[in-house]
Every structure is written in structure tokens, then in C-alpha cells.
């Protein structure tokens, strides 16, 4: 791993050099791995958000469809 990052998107530890570079490094860094239990939106509801997006298309083509 060259980096980890939480669930915040914060990089908790890198690779780096012994002049703090971080880039371009070779080398391995360890971290303790915390779980987050929150649930996404996706994981939650699943396919809701696309089936509202395909009831809006058709919404917003059948009035053009009757000119």
C-alpha cells in the first residue's frame, strides 16, 4: 500500500522517505484498518435512485411524444 485513506477521504498514513517525500518512494506502510458501519445511500435503498431517473425521463419524453 503506498497510502491509506479513511472514510473522510483524509490519508491517515503514506510511504515516504526518510526526507518526507512522498512520491516516487519505494517502501510499505502499515495501518490499523477501522471499519466504518455507516451504510451508503446505494446500500440502503439500491436501484431507487435510477428507477426515480427513468420515471423522470419518461415523464419529460411523453409530452414531447403527444406534439
Not at 498514513?13 to 445511500?41: I, L
Amino acid at each position: 500500500m503506498s497510502c491509506f485513506i479513511d472514510a473522510s477521504g483524509r490519508v491517515t498514513r503514506a510511504v515516504e522517505d526518510e526526507h518526507g517525500k512522498k512520491t516516487y518512494v519505494p517502501g510499505y506502510a502499515v495501518a490499523k484498518v477501522r471499519f466504518d458501519q455507516r451504510k451508503t445511500f446505494y446500500t440502503r435503498y439500491g436501484d431507487v435512485f435510477l428507477l426515480v431517473c427513468l420515471v423522470c425521463l419518461l415523464g419529460a419524453w411523453s409530452p414531447i411524444r403527444k406534439i
